[in-house]
């Protein structure tokens, strides 16, 4: 376990919430666990899904998961969840897509005479 996984208690609660994943054409599922860490990797980082370190499988499976999971509500479903048992606030748990940048002649500053 790398520093920043989750640990056995709280996997063990999370567990239950994630859907049963099925491996494709004849191959093996891998495991959610290690997928879910390398989505946290990801998001806590910051970097790009193809930086995701590989010790959390290819990253392209690891996105696609992420987005299947996403489309069928599993988020929304596992922080409801969470808030519901009292072990988060969900006050807390806000993502915010939009980026702001400034510039100084955007804010009106005097620039040389």
Known sequence: MARGDLS???WHI???FLPKERGRKSRPSHDNRRFLNGMLYVLRVGCPWRDMHERYGKWNSVY???RRWAEQGVWDALLEALVELGLTDDWRHMIDSTTVRGHSQAAGAK???
């Open 8 to 10: 056995d208690e709280e």
């Open 64 to 66: 696609v998961r992420f």
């Open 14 to 16: 999370i567990a239950r």
């Open 111 to 113: 620039g040389d005479p």
